[in-house]
């Protein structure tokens, strides 16, 4: 749509006479002289074909069509305003959300985060988990990005734990996570000693609840790892059921159990020599680890630098 608009510079000289009333306080205000206001205002008037200001001796009086002119003016400078005020602080920063499964936050992505921070102050990060960033087994929408407002300076994204299909938003994937059995490296070389997957029927296994729930979470089971392996005669669902999965890790590392994780997720705790993976079997879900951000703010500088960081670390993810 093409606009038919007088210069800026006299709308806002108008704006500013008549809520002074004075061409002299208007002209301060925007640090001209009040000949150039006067000026203005005359040009604005030629191109409107009507008078503004009722001129009189020692005031200004605004006529019929100036009072019926000045709201909408007012109005449109403040959202010129605001249009560029809004610009203005997502280029230098703002409030990211980013919303993760539990178990990313609390074991990848919270490690990580203080590099970012460091190299971008600018950034206000906000983490928030939720199991519902775990697909349902068909999740073509992601919850909360159905009313995004685009003049909020609060960015939310999604780490999301699915199929990588989100309708509306731009999607990268980040790593599948590769699931293989951890303990604690007590447990190699204790009274019962772990050296083959068979060793595991004298062992106690660590079960995340949401196992039962394969067609919600697609996660794997001990069910399937045993199938990998080529082990029979064990009591596939024997052991001890934990409902989070942070709890179960903290149990392998304690030596209670022996549980399955997604190796990138465990990485610092192998690293520190708390966690062992004792075999090289491994589950690949279908599913994988994706950012997910509403295409609505996709574009911003916020989510491009958060973006282009998360995507280097996840490079450096090897999937198994």
Known sequence: MTYRLPPLSSLRAFEAAARHLSFKDAAAELSVTPTAISHQIRGLEEYLDFPLFKRLTRALELTREGRAMLPKVREGLECFAAAIESTRQRALGGRLVVTSPPAFAARWLIRHLPDFSAAHPEIRLHVATSIDAIDASDAPRVSGLENVD????????????????????????????AYTAVCSPLLLKGMRPLNVPADLRRHNLLHHESESQLDLHDLPTWAQWLQLAGVTGIDQDAGTQISDPGLALAAAIDGVGVALASKPLVEAEVAAGRLVMPFDIVIRPRQAYYLVVSEAVAERPTVSTFRKWLLGEAAKVREG
Not at 153 to 176: M, P, Q
Request: aromatic residues 14%; contains cysteine.
């Open 150 to 177: 685009v003049r909020d300076d609060k960015t939310e994204t999604f780490i999301r734990y699915g199929s990588g299909h989100y309708d509306g938003c731009r999607v990268d994937r980040l790593f599948a996570p």
